[in-house]
């Protein structure tokens, strides 16, 4: 038997694991990326505050290998439901059950000009970039944009722009420059609701950045970012997040038009035979109008969900393994961070909770990381 899982990211690796402690070794479990390492995207802000260096903080997928779960190292290039393979460009992989883990493609092209003129936050490359950048910058304007919504993360664009704001206090130049965030979003955390927005929106006022909502861009020029309803705003450095959309191989397969999301519910059941989708490639509606959220911690659970499915499937046992939509999120400012715990299925209505920055979830920010990569490769 083969079970194939699409992506070694967060959603990925905790499925794989799940079912490797599982299972028998008769069942075979494979996971492909293109990519050959782990490294948790949290750790991309630690590398712009730096504290961290890309180098440092990665893991070989390959080291999955010596708990018994094979891994290629190639990019898919042809999911077919219809004969239950899947290809890349040298193999051909029968499966009996695929988990579809392959998170979001970034798409700074779908606005004008923003590549050219602005640096992306959640590109690994410009990390480094923007790190150099807030470390040189004595006076100025620093533009914050979230360009498309849904995007990985929630609170991360904020967690980056609070961080700025402590690197430039250290050195001196914060009076100086200031930071302004203009979000399509009319509140700062739509999916946490008008609460924890409002309480969001207050951590990021007591450091003097201010917050713009309904701001949607639709194109950037040198210094100046361009919205819909004719506005504009100068920036000296733009972080922008860009649009986000589901990899091309999802749509080809017929999993969801182009760019959208794979719909599923709390099990994760695709519309094919054995076939799953977890995490940030997904749309889990809550209400008509809110989705989970796109976080590593809810990949992480889905993945196990379903991991428990499809181990109850093969022992022949009963399963009513679904995703308990429960996690949370740290908001890191300098040396605190605040903490959004969210239970999206709780009866009659979401529950989401801003608990106040401390120390200690900075420390438990890191132990989150260790643990996982600890327990997954
Ligand atoms: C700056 C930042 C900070 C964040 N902080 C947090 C946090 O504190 N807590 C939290 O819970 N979440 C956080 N997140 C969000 C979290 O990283 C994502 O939600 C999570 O990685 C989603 O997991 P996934 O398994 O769905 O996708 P991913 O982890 O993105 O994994 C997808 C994998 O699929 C692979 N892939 C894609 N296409 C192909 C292909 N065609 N062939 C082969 N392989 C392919 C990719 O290489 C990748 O390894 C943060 C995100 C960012 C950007």
Redesign the pocket.
């Known amino acids: 038997m083969n079970i194939i899982i699409?992506?070694?990211?967060?959603?990925?690796l905790a499925a794989a694991n799940e079912l490797r402690a599982n299972l028998p070794s008769d069942v075979n479990i494979t996971i492909?990326?293109?990519?050959d390492y782990?490294m948790?995207?949290?750790v991309?802000?630690w590398i712009i505050k730096g504290t961290r260096k890309f180098e440092t903080s990665k893991r070989p997928l390959q080291s999955v290998a010596k708990k018994g779960i094979d891994f290629v190292n190639?990019?898919?290039t042809l999911i077919d439901t219809q004969k239950k393979l899947v290809r890349t460009a040298t193999k051909e992989l029968p499966y009996d059950y695929l988990i579809v883990?392959?998170?979001?493609e970034l798409a700074p092209e779908k606005i004008s000009g923003l590549s050219d003129n602005g640096l992306i936050?959640?590109d690994l490359e410009h990390g480094p970039r923007i790190r150099e950048r807030i470390v040189s910058i004595k006076s100025g304007k620093i533009a914050f944009a979230i360009t498309g919504m849904p995007y990985?993360?929630p609170p991360?664009p904020y967690e980056?722009a609070l961080i700025i704001d402590s690197m430039l206090r250290e050195m001196g130049t914060r009076d100086s420059v200031s930071i302004d965030f203009y979000s399509v979003g009319p509140i700062t955390l739509p999916a946490a609701g008008p609460d924890v927005s409002k309480q969001l929106l207050d951590m990021l006022e007591s450091q003097g950045i201010k917050f713009h909502g309904s701001c949607k861009t639709v194109s950037v020029e040198q210094g100046s970012l361009k919205f819909e309803d004719g506005s504009s705003a100068q920036f000296d450095l733009l972080i922008a997040v860009p649009p986000h959309q589901a990899?091309k191989?999802v749509h080809e397969a017929g999993f969801a038009p182009q760019g959208q999301f794979i719909p599923v519910r709390r099990d994760c059941k695709t519309q094919f035979q054995n076939v799953y989708a977890?995490?940030?490639?997904t749309n889990m509606l809550v209400t008509e109008k809110i989705a989970v959220p796109?976080?590593?911690?809810?990949?992480e659970g889905q993945g196990v969900a379903v991991a428990r499915d499809i181990i109850s499937q093969i022992k022949r046992e009963k399963s009513d393994s679904v995703f308990d939509g429960k996690?949370g999120?740290?908001v890191e400012m300098g040396d605190t961070a605040g903490y959004v715990y969210v239970d999206m299925f709780a009866d009659p209505n979401p529950i989401t909770r801003l608990d106040k920055p401390a120390p200690e979830h900075l420390v438990e920010?890191e132990i989150f990381e260790q643990e996982r990569i600890r327990k997954w490769l």
């Open positions: 699409l992506g070694g990211g967060f959603g990925g492909i990326d293109r990519k782990f948790m995207d949290l991309k802000l190639e990019a898919v883990a392959l998170g979001v936050l959640y990985k993360c991360a980056a990899p191989v977890i995490g940030d490639v796109k976080a590593g911690i809810f990949a996690g999120c740290f920010k």
